[in-house]
């Protein structure tokens, strides 16, 4: 089974910047494309970003283009996610995730594998 354990979490203020990672188990997981997805109080889990097994696809929702970075350390099996100008707007619960089909894709039921969440905060 894989299992997904998530780092980096925490507080900062608006136009910070903050790392996520994203530790799986076994060589499996690196076999997968991973992603990150979000939930914020009173709200739905939301797509954020999505990386292929190989590293060299991605993708992003809309309201993370260009100050989010998406990418992975195979040997290590870890996913990263670099956020940068972050906005109060982004506060919410990060969860890593992995699906077993190579299609990528920003619906949360083609993703089995997600790990417990790690909490971000981001204040004015």
């Known amino acids: 089974q894989v299992q997904l354990v998530e780092y980096g979490g925490g507080s900062v203020q608006a136009g910070d910047s903050l790392t996520l990672s994203c530790v799986g188990s076994?060589?499996?997981?690196?076999?997968?494309?991973a992603g990150w997805f979000r939930q914020a109080p009173g709200k739905e889990r939301e797509f954020v970003a999505v990386?292929?097994?190989?590293?060299?696809?991605?993708d992003y929702a809309d309201s993370v283009k260009g100050r989010f970075t998406i990418w992975r350390d195979t040997a290590e099996h870890t996913v990263y996610l670099q956020m940068n100008s972050l906005k109060v707007e982004d506060t919410a619960t990060y969860y890593c995730?992995?699906?077993?089909?190579?299609?990528?894709?920003?619906?949360?039921?083609?993703?089995?594998?997600w790990g417990q969440g790690v909490q971000v905060i981001v204040s004015s």
């Open positions: 990386v292929s097994w190989s590293g060299g696809g991605t």
């Open positions: 995730t992995a699906k077993e089909s190579p299609i990528l894709t920003p619906l949360a039921r083609q993703y089995k594998y």
């Open positions: 076994g060589r499996t997981f690196s076999r997968y494309p």
